[in-house]
Nanobody
Framework: QVQLAESGGGSVQPGASLRLSCVIS?????????TAWFRQAPGKEREFVSV????????QYEDSVKGRFTISRDNARNTVSLQMNSLKPEDTATYYC?????????????????WGQGTQVTVSS
């Protein structure tokens, strides 16, 4: 089994920054996972935010976060991070980390086998 644990969410004002982290662990975790961040706002469908392949060669962002969010990973620590700068009220959502074994970096949530519980990000003045 593989477990994902997100942290780093919080309540901030517009323009502020947050750094989300996702730690991946488990007895069956041997690496080679593409890892993505998705988010879901109240009353809306879950949407893709960003993805990074295992080796880091494929990185993608949803258009509204390009230039503001940066995804990175430290495979030695089994951690994927999402640095979020210049936060806007429309970034308010629960953010989920997801892992796709053998994946190259998909934007489709159904491609991901393992999910964390989510961390809340609220951007409000």
């Amino acid at each position: 089994q593989v477990q994902l644990a997100e942290s780093g969410g919080g309540s901030v004002q517009p323009g502020a920054s947050l750094r989300l982290s996702c730690v991946i662990s488990g007895r069956n975790f041997f690496g080679n996972y593409a890892t993505a961040w998705f988010r879901q706002a109240p009353g809306k469908e879950r949407e893709f935010v960003s993805v990074i392949s295992w080796a880091g060669g494929n990185i993608q962002y949803e258009d509204s976060v390009k230039g503001r969010f940066t995804i990175s990973r430290d495979n030695a620590r089994n951690t994927v991070s999402l640095q979020m700068n210049s936060l806007k009220p429309e970034d308010t959502a629960t953010y989920y980390c997801a892992a796709d074994y053998g994946g190259k970096g998909s934007r489709i949530d159904s491609d991901y086998e393992y999910w964390g519980q989510g961390t809340q990000v609220t951007v409000s003045s």
